[in-house]
């Protein structure tokens, strides 16, 4: 793909031009920052080019569009990712060089924008890369949070938060568009008017109002000239609003929408699978759906005019229920706005709204009050109890008498607003993320439904995007595997890469393969020497869990398999071991205590461990501070072992599993999420595949668990790991420390059965399975096969394949080609 933006010497002479006018320097003088900043804007400046061309051929094609509204947006960094999408890296990364500058110290300068808590905003990040390079016209709809995902910080073992100030710089990226704000409204109560023909008119009076101002970011497809946007929206108060507040001496009124506009978008909720039910929440869930909405109203009738054609053109995918009052909203303005009647309006919103569950975690599944609800959104809330009562009355007419049914289904029960079923009834699909996790839902979760309306559910397996995940995070390998393929077409198809399979037999490509693997590992030693202190051993085993911290991802189980180890070779020193490395990292939600305590856990037990001069350097962990996208880029390409341990059951997908896959990292896992279809395509014998099943955890659920003692009074390694948390071995004698730990494994809590993640009930098929790994890894070739056999089998797993899906099942998208010969630079 040409650009002539990117001949080396513009490229050079636009960097140096910006470095005078950004800070009145010469390149020799500034900082790497502002190298950064000079090198982003030279590269934003071809992206515009494109962002130009691509709005014009949308404006000609008029292509359908979808619209993915998500909460959560976890980019990583883009100059790097932008290069490469626009083919540019190496010549960049040449012109740079000859003016002294390295393009990885000057990409490390990017903070990383972390608009996202893990899977569902990496995901959704993903997406829009796909939605990109396959061509088709996509908004990703978001707010843009002053605060993203906190900073942690590693203090004496336990996790700190601080705030991640992301635009104190600036960012280069962004392209701030107020004309086309939009306002949004909150609070205060409808009035009804009748006009002159009869007709009722909803009228919100007394209510706060702020401003929604969009700043878009290029999402860059790759190598196709297509540019398409993130818009995610800042809150401004209302200007002229507060002038006239003063005039009348309404001082506090002026402060207070002040204060509305900077509290909307203050900060991201670090929550993951778990609703606080914060009024703040609900007014950013509505803020940014009311602005992505209207925008997408303003923009479609200025070119149709007639909006029952809305479904033709239009479509909004709601990522998990946050975006889920976009039904509403849709409703209000067909209604209030476009005086359009309930039935029309309510069969067009039916066809343009389409929901994705990522969770069957019941703490996840968003619930609201209605009193907040209806004090914050009172139009909208009217909106809802009206789709409530017809749905009812459905529900009563197709189960005559069962109440029960009702009791279960419908949205407003308990004084509730269940923002999942309000989902279901207004979407007209509702995917789940992995085979197995759909099938979940359907037989478990959302049976109820799934019964009542079958035709809506569907599967959409996750994908990840290889031009992230293995150019640039891994450009050696990437360069072997086209090297191996003889061309590049997997960047754009990875189905191409099951070509690898004919070199799982050549011995010389095999030991190609490990040595890239080895520089990677050698590449993270040299980060985790730097942020760390400790000195890991390129060649030991990798064994890495980098994930959110949650008891269902069960940190816990590897880590008291460690402990387990650790006893082991005290007890047995001349026992045959090969040494491992255990990497750590995740993020603890701020209020999730427990969680906390096993970060606290894992580098206590890393401490001993790590300084005990006797096991020489067998066993090593790590907890790697802060774990965000752009290290997770040099994690994945140096694992050799992929820990997805989830309690069968628990996790939707998980998508880490698949970066680790296609940087040739064997899964060590249980039959869950994405696990399932992992297993499916590499063979059950490149995996290592353990623990109870989905049935059977789900069985125990149904009768009441199971009982931990059984194991503990039988199992003495097991009970003498269990107890290690309560002896002080990893406390400095502090008996009391991991009492909560302890007792989470052993005893009923409250509501909480005891060992309801079944740690120990999977433990010893755990460490079977990680012997089995370990034996496996001691036959080097045999070894390497595994490897190559993991990343040649990742096919299946990229994003592309999965908007594909998307665009033929549920969207139905128009491609979209850009001809470069008509590109007028
Ligand atoms: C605060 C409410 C809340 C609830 C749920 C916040 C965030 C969530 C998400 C559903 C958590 C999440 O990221 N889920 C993950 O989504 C990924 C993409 O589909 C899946 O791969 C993971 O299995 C799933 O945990």
């Not at 990343?791 to 033929?808: H, L, M, N, P, W």
């Amino acid at each position: 793909m040409y650009n002539p933006r990117f001949e080396k010497d513009v490229f050079k002479r636009d960097v140096r031009n910006n470095v005078k006018t950004l800070f009145r320097k010469e390149v020799e003088e500034a900082t790497p920052q502002q190298l950064f900043q000079a090198v982003s804007y030279a590269v934003k400046e071809a992206i515009i080019d494109d962002w130009l061309a691509t709005q014009k051929q949308y404006e000609k094609d008029d292509p359908k569009t979808v619209y993915y509204m998500s909460m959560e947006f976890l980019l990583g960094r883009a100059l790097g990712n932008n290069l490469i999408n626009m083919t540019a890296y190496k010549e960049v990364k040449e012109a740079l060089e000859e003016m002294g500058i390295d393009l990885n110290v000057i990409e490390d300068q990017e903070p990383d924008p972390a608009l996202g808590n893990g899977g569902l905003g990496r995901l959704a990040a993903c997406f829009l890369d796909s939605l990109a390079t396959l061509g088709y016209a996509s908004y990703g709809c978001g707010i843009r949070y002053r605060y993203g995902m906190f900073k942690q910080k590693i203090r004496d073992g336990y996790q700190v938060e601080a705030p991640d100030n992301w635009l104190k710089d600036g960012n280069p990226f962004e392209l701030r568009r107020p004309e086309y704000a939009k306002e949004v409204r909150f609070g205060g109560n409808i009035r009804v008017e009748y006009d002159e023909t009869g007709k009722t008119h909803f009228v919100q009076e007394n209510y706060e109002s702020v401003m929604a101002i969009p700043y878009d970011y290029p999402i860059v497809g790759y190598g196709n000239h297509i540019v398409n946007t993130l818009r995610i929206w800042d809150a401004e108060a209302i200007v002229d609003f507060q002038l006239d507040s003063f005039d009348r001496g309404d001082y506090h009124k002026a402060v207070e929408q002040e204060n509305l506009a900077k509290n909307i978008v203050e900060v991201l909720y670090p929550n993951d699978n778990h609703i606080a039910g914060k009024e703040l929440r609900l007014k950013q869930q509505y803020f940014f759906v009311s602005a992505s909405i209207q925008a997408a109203i303003t923009k479609f009738k200025k070119k149709h005019g007639d909006i029952s054609k809305l479904p033709e053109k239009v479509t909004f995918q709601m990522n998990d229920t946050h975006p889920t009052v976009a039904v509403a909203e849709l409703m209000r303005i067909l209604l209030d706005e476009e005086n359009l009647g309930w039935n029309e309006a309510w069969d067009i919103t039916t066809k343009c709204c389409a929901y994705t569950n990522h969770t069957i975690m019941a703490e996840a599944l968003e619930k609201w009050p209605i009193d907040l609800f209806s004090r914050l959104l009172p139009r909208i809330y009217q909106i809802i109890q009206e789709i409530d009562r017809r749905f009812v009355e459905q529900v009563r007419a197709q189960y005559p008498g069962n109440e029960e049914k009702v009791k279960k289904m419908a949205i407003l029960m308990d004084g509730q607003v269940k923002m999942a079923h309000l989902a279901i009834v207004a979407g007209y699909s509702v995917n789940g993320v992995a085979k197995l996790h759909t099938e979940i839902l359907k037989n478990q979760e959302l049976k109820d439904f799934y019964q009542m309306m079958p035709e809506k559910f569907n599967n959409k397996t996750n994908g990840i995007t290889q031009r992230r995940f293995l150019m640039h995070a891994n450009p050696l390998l990437a360069d072997w595997v086209t090297e191996k393929l003889g061309t590049k077409e997997w960047i754009t198809d990875l189905s191409k890469m099951s070509g690898l399979k004919e070199w799982l037999d050549d011995e010389e490509a095999l030991k190609e393969f490990m040595t890239i693997k080895f520089k990677n590992k050698e590449r993270l030693a040299a980060y985790i020497k730097e942020h760390n202190g400790v000195e890991v051993d390129p060649r030991s085993i990798f064994d890495v869990q980098v994930k959110r911290l949650h008891e269902y991802k069960r940190q816990l189980l590897n880590i008291l398999h460690v402990m387990y180890l650790y006893n082991q070779i005290k007890d047995h020193p001349e026992m045959s071991f090969y040494p491992k490395t255990y990497v750590f990292g995740a993020k603890a939600s701020a209020g999730y205590i427990r969680a906390k305590e096993i970060i606290k856990l894992i580098n206590s037990v890393a401490d001993v461990i790590n300084n005990d001069r006797s096991i020489n350097g067998k066993l090593k962990v790590v907890f790697i501070e802060d774990y965000r996208v752009s290290n997770a880029e040099l994690i994945f390409a140096a694992a050799d072992i992929s820990e997805q341990i989830s309690t069968a059951s628990k996790e939707a997908s998980g998508t880490g599993n698949m970066k680790f896959m296609m940087n040739g990292a064997p899964t060590l896992g249980t039959m869950d999420g994405a696990n399932v279809e992992i297993v499916d395509e590499v063979g059950i014998d490149n995996a290592f595949i353990f623990g109870l099943s989905a049935d059977e955890v789900i069985n125990y659920e149904q009768n009441g668990g199971y009982n931990p003692y059984d194991i503990y009074n039988n199992d003495p390694d097991i009970r003498r790991v269990v107890d290690q948390l309560v002896d002080g071995t990893y406390a400095n004698g502090d008996k009391e420390m991991y009492r909560d730990l302890y007792n989470s494994l052993l005893n009923n809590q409250g509501g909480a059965r005891a060992d309801m993640y079944f740690i120990l009930k999977d433990f010893r098929s755990y460490a079977d399975a990680q012997a089995r790994a370990m034996e496996a890894y001691k036959d080097t070739d045999k070894w390497a096969k595994m490897a190559l056999k993991n990343t040649a089998c990742c096919g299946k797993f990229s994003a592309d394949r999965t908007i594909q899906e998307y665009v033929d099942d549920i969207w139905h998208l128009d491609h979209v080609v850009i001809n470069e010969d008509e590109l007028e630079y």
